[in-house]
């Protein structure tokens, strides 16, 4: 909750202090006067994260460290379970469960940096003045830090009400709705010129708004609503599986999604000339990422409830 509140206020200095650039006198670096009130903020918001950190070690833990100490003598130590590449692979595929969770995983990764280094692409054609591009940034944060703080209130009640598989796939749908209108408005922007124009802007500033509720709404789902689902599948998992399961995923499945999006990037711009170029193929792969992530949620919910009525 904290970070998000954070996020509003962050953001809205952020913005305030790229317009700052309309009271400076001709010939001054605006964006060279915007940097260093922003690393003044960075280096002050340090100073007193270092403060707090200091005087909560000498007046809340230090007074605790023998009481700590004792709890962790006497407890036993857990091992936790290592396993390589090639260990954790074998695992995903010998266990459905886990393998239908770690396809959650790998598919929100490459899904998020498929839509995102785009979207980034076209935000710097809609703004090419560092104080500009600075100040919708701004506002952008504000807005996620918002966002997510409704969705972690209303989360709780869509559990509640719809339960664990309608919570899966909000995530997944609010990425292929919006993931897939900023790729619409990028591959036909000249067909959406005339719906542009009635609104009084242009397809590129409607691919980037677009664009940006993606990147808010998939990240506020993320922590909301898809953190808690992942994390409440291991629940009916027996120590061995949730210990093996975690670490297979930690290995294999989050890697996957955080690179995957990016080296299919990489081939496609090699092959095709560029990222422009590339976009058609980028869209079909995402619409393919989100079919398989949907199956996965069903397929994963099917089993979850299944080993929740056994419990």
């Known amino acids: 909750m904290g970070a ?9 200095y952020v913005k305030w202090v790229s317009k700052m650039r309309a009271s400076l006198a ?5 964006w060279g006067v915007s940097l260093k009130y922003l690393m003044g903020a960075v280096i002050a918001s340090g100073g007193v994260l270092l403060g707090t950190y200091t005087w909560m070690q000498k007046n809340v833990v230090g007074k605790d460290v023998p009481a700590i100490e004792g709890k962790k003598a006497a407890a036993p130590k857990k091992k936790k379970a290592k396993m390589g590449l090639r260990e954790s692979a074998k695992f995903l595929m010998n266990s459905p469960y886990i393998r239908d969770l770690a396809t959650l995983v790998i598919s929100y990764g490459m899904c998020i940096n498929i839509v995102e280094v785009s979207w980034k692409s076209k935000l710097k054609q809609a703004f090419p003045d560092p104080n500009d591009y600075s100040a919708f940034m701004g506002n952008f944060s504000s807005t996620m830090g918002t966002v997510t703080l409704l969705m972690m209130l209303i989360g709780r009640t869509i559990f509640q009400r719809f339960g664990w598989r309608v ?28 719906l542009a124009a009635a609104l009084g802007t242009t ?58 999006g990016a080296l299919i990037q990489q081939v496609l711009i090699f092959a095709v000339g560029s990222l422009a170029a ?34």
């Open 203 to 260: 397809p590129l500033m409607l691919a980037v708004i677009i664009g940006a509720a993606q990147n808010i709404l998939s990240k506020s789902s993320k922590y909301s609503l898809f953190d808690p689902c992942k994390e409440m599948a291991y629940i009916p998992l027996d120590q061995d599986s949730k210990t093996k399961g975690k670490a297979a995923i930690d290995v294999v499945g989050n890697p996957m999604g955080k690179s995957g």
């Open 167 to 194: 919570a899966a796939l909000v995530t997944p749908s609010m990425i292929g709705l919006t993931g897939l209108g900023f790729f619409a408005l990028t591959i036909f922007a000249p067909t959406f010129a005339p």
């Open 278 to 311: 590339a976009t058609p193929y980028l869209a079909v792969i995402l619409t393919g990422l989100i079919f398989s992530w949907y199956k996965a949620v069903n397929s994963l919910a099917s089993q979850f409830d299944k080993a929740m009525a056994v419990e």
């Open 4 to 12: 998000n509140v954070a996020l509003i206020f962050s953001g809205q």
């Open 26 to 30: 001709p010939g001054v670096d605006a």
